[in-house]
Nanobody, 119 residues
Framework: QVQLVESGGGLVQAGGSLSLSCAAS????????MGWFRQAPGKERESVAA????????YYADSVKGRFTISRDNAKNTVYLQMNSLKPEDTAVYLC????????????WGQGTQVTVSS
């Protein structure tokens, strides 16, 4: 069972930056694909970014491409999301998730951290 704990959310003005972290309890963290998702009030959860186990391959939603950067430190069992040029529409609860190799879905989820961008 992987436990994920996000941190780093908060309130920021439009155009500002925030850095999110997600710490994992699992010793085999380096085997998992990691992802960041977000859910705004009244909206469906959406995928924001993902990173392969080695960190070589990354994915970004079109809405954040060029503004957000996902990275990971397998020695620290941590995945990061650097968010720049934030917009009010980025306001949401941000959750990290872990996907086991060969799994079609993200199997483990954190509780989420609130990001609020004021205009």
């Amino acid at each position: 069972q992987v436990q994920l704990v996000e941190s780093g959310g908060g309130l920021v003005q439009a155009g500002g930056s925030l850095s999110l972290s997600c710490a994992a309890s699992e010793r085999t963290f380096s085997l998992y694909t990691m992802g960041w998702f977000r859910q705004a009030p009244g909206k469906e959860r959406e995928s924001v970014a993902a990173i392969s186990p080695t960190g070589v391959n990354t994915y970004y939603a079109d809405s954040v491409k060029g503004r957000f950067t996902i990275s990971r430190d397998n020695a620290k069992n941590t995945v990061y999301l650097q968010m720049n040029s934030l917009k009010p529409e980025d306001t949401a609860v941000y959750l990290c998730a872990a996907r086991w190799p060969n799994s079609g879905t993200f199997d483990y989820w954190g509780q989420g951290t609130q990001v609020t961008v004021s205009s």
